[in-house]
């Protein structure tokens, strides 16, 4: 059986799994380029699916539940970075002509 990948950190204690996505062979493949193509995204929707309908069955009720919240926050926090990021990319002036 294969060692567990920690979610965090050992020394600061702060979530990695950013670091353990960006290390996943799809997304390097996807990124390499600078550009996600639609079907680079659907292919990552698929790889996604896939995995929950694995894993989904396997789950205790209450672990179903703590799982499916962990994943809603995780979107949640997704989503709110994205938006975080673009906002602090947009240009601090207007434009008056």
């Avoid at 600061?12 to 799809?26: G, K, M, T, V």
């Avoid at 790889?47 to 672990?63: F, G, K, N, T």
Wanted: hydrophobic share 40%; proline share 3%; net charge negative.
């Amino acid at each position: 059986m294969a060692k567990k990948s920690s979610w965090f950190d050992e020394a600061s204690n702060e979530p990695i799994i950013n670091e353990h996505a960006q290390r996943l062979e799809s997304f390097l493949n996807t990124m390499a380029d600078g550009v996600v193509e639609e079907q680079e995204l659907l292919a990552q929707e698929q790889r996604l699916v896939a995995l929950m309908r694995e894993i989904e069955p396997q789950l205790s009720d209450e672990l179903h539940e703590k799982v499916t919240r962990l994943l809603c926050e995780l979107t949640a926090y997704d989503i709110m970075q994205s938006v975080h990021t673009m906002q602090q990319l947009r240009p601090k002036t207007t434009f008056e002509g």
